[in-house]
């Protein structure tokens, strides 16, 4: 009588797809990321300060509010005279100041609000 070969167990195999399975879900990425494109060298900073190009200061404050200049507005008032301004001189350089206590997303939150007016250049100091 011949003799019947044993079954391959299933049980090895499951274990080595889920193991691949796991490292793949851990090695991979689900959300692509943004990065800001910040250039934190000193050269960059004196070779803005230096130029001829204008330059618009805002200050942000913790409790949401900015200063254009010396005049406290809203945000939405900042991108409104912001806009005016892009239209008078379109090589715009826009000066974020903000206070130590600002927090990382209303930051952000400005710098993609002035980017999407077509500000070409804003700086961090």
């Known amino acids: 009588m011949p003799r019947r070969p044993n079954p391959i167990g299933l049980t090895p195999l499951i274990d080595v797809v889920f193991i691949l399975l796991l490292f793949f879900l851990l090695a991979s990425h689900f959300e692509a990321r943004r990065a800001l494109p910040i250039d934190a060298t000193q050269t960059a900073l004196a070779e803005t300060a230096d130029s ?11 409790d949401g509010h900015i200063d254009l200049g010396d005049v406290r507005l809203e945000q ?20 974020i100041h903000p206070d130590a206590e600002v927090e990382l997303q209303a930051l952000v939150s400005l710098m993609d609000r002035i980017l999407a007016l077509g500000v070409t250049e804003v700086t961090l100091e």
């Open 76 to 95: 939405g008032a900042v991108v409104e005279r912001l806009r005016d301004r892009l239209r008078q001189q379109p090589e715009l350089r826009v000066l």
């Open 52 to 62: 001829d190009v204008p330059s618009l200061s805002i200050r942000l404050h913790a």
